[in-house]
């Protein structure tokens, strides 16, 4: 097994060089096909090595073929910021569809059955570390150090990235913390973060006003969680190593995922460019 050629459809949107590994799993993951992107200059510039930015929901995050809610356009605003000197491979992990609380959460949810109600958010990020970055780095020329080693997501995949960079701040060195669901894992990151360290890295917050517009007193909470977790941050000393964005616009979609990564990675990136 090796990385092989995106399988493209004829409606795929991806832009630039994609790959992917057909079947990366471990004892606790069922296998699921990993995709790689590499930036513009990596073929024509051997000598380098590159940041990495780890992306959940990975069905959702290069092609609108293969998507199920929208993409991120992730292929085409790191094309962009490669024209700002800001290049990075980004790999995408797809979900595991009904067990994706399970694998995002760190804690169990009572209302869930066992079977996926949540509590294997450390199984996953040691999947994603020991199987998943351990096969990118052995075949791509990363910067392996926490410092150019960067995790995102939205919704559950917003908490399992602050999770990641909370408990691994050896492996991870910045967070996307993309609309995140803190309402469903009964303020578990809340006390995390008060017990613990400061953070170390970089974590980029973002929330929008209109998410959760189904449930009103979820969508209070989303709004809520994520400025208590912003001021939170700051209380612990985070300083300019967090950035904070909310839009009163935003919903809870790929399409204002989207719209807010470049920044996102703008700021997660910045003095974290390729080594020659």
Same mark, same amino acid.
């Given at each position: @097994?090796?990385?092989? !050629? %995106?399988?493209?459809? !004829?409606?795929?949107?991806? &832009?630039?060089?994609?790959?992917q590994?057909?079947?990366?799993?471990? $004892?606790?993951?069922?296998?699921?096909t990993?995709?790689?992107?590499?930036?513009?200059?990596?073929? =024509?510039? &051997?000598?380098?090595?590159?940041?990495?930015?780890?992306f959940?929901?990975?069905?959702?995050?290069?092609? $609108?073929? =293969?998507? %199920?809610?929208?993409?991120?356009?992730?292929?085409?605003?790191? =094309? #962009?910021?490669?024209? $700002?000197?800001? $290049?990075?491979?980004?790999?995408?992990?797809?979900? *595991?569809?009904?067990?994706r %609380?399970? #694998?995002?959460? /760190?804690?169990?949810?009572?209302?869930?059955?066992?079977?996926?109600?949540?509590?294997?958010?450390?199984?996953?990020?040691a999947?994603?570390?020991?199987?998943?970055?351990?096969?990118?780095d052995?075949?791509?020329? &990363?910067?392996?150090? /926490?410092?150019?080693?960067?995790v995102?997501g939205?919704? @559950?995949?917003?908490?399992?990235?602050l999770?990641?960079?909370?408990?691994? /701040?050896?492996?991870?060195?910045?967070?996307?913390?993309?609309?995140?669901?803190?309402?469903?894992?009964?303020? #578990?990151?809340?006390?995390?973060?008060?017990?613990?360290?400061?953070?170390?890295?970089?974590?980029?917050?973002?929330i929008?006003?209109?998410?959760?517009?189904?449930?009103?007193?979820?969508?209070? *909470? %989303?709004?809520?969680?994520?400025?208590? @977790?912003r001021?939170?941050?700051?209380?612990?000393? @985070?300083?300019?190593?967090?950035?904070?964005? *909310?839009? /009163?616009?935003?919903?809870?979609? #790929?399409?204002?995922?989207?719209?807010?990564?470049?920044?996102?990675?703008?700021?997660?990136?910045?003095?974290? =460019?390729?080594?020659?």
């Amino acid at each position: @097994m090796s990385w092989a !050629p %995106y399988a493209a459809r !004829p409606d795929s949107t991806v &832009t630039g060089t994609l790959l992917q590994w057909e079947a990366i799993g471990d $004892e606790h993951h069922a296998p699921r096909t990993v995709l790689a992107w590499l930036p513009p200059s990596y073929s =024509t510039d &051997t000598g380098r090595a590159y940041p990495v930015v780890y992306f959940h929901d990975g069905q959702n995050v290069f092609d $609108e073929a =293969t998507s %199920y809610n929208g993409e991120w356009r992730a292929d085409e605003t790191l =094309t #962009e910021l490669a024209a $700002e000197d800001l $290049e990075a491979i980004a790999i995408a992990i797809p979900n *595991a569809n009904e067990r994706r %609380y399970h #694998e995002y959460s /760190p804690v169990r949810h009572p209302d869930f059955p066992s079977e996926r109600g949540g509590g294997g958010g450390d199984d996953y990020v040691a999947f994603l570390i020991n199987s998943v970055k351990a096969q990118v780095d052995s075949s791509f020329r &990363t910067l392996p150090d /926490p410092a150019h080693t960067l995790v995102v997501g939205s919704s @559950m995949g917003g908490l399992i990235s602050l999770h990641a960079v909370l408990t691994r /701040p050896d492996v991870f060195g910045g967070a996307g913390v993309m609309s995140p669901a803190f309402w469903a894992c009964a303020g #578990e990151a809340f006390g995390r973060v008060r017990s613990g360290p400061v953070p170390t890295g970089k974590i980029w917050l973002d929330i929008g006003g209109q998410e959760g517009t189904d449930h009103p007193e979820r969508q209070q *909470a %989303y709004w809520d969680d994520a400025h208590a @977790m912003r001021d939170l941050l700051l209380q612990k000393g @985070m300083g300019d190593r967090l950035r904070f964005q *909310a839009d /009163p616009q935003g919903i809870h979609r #790929e399409s204002a995922w989207a719209a807010r990564l470049p920044e996102a990675l703008r700021f997660l990136l910045k003095d974290q =460019t390729p080594s020659a």
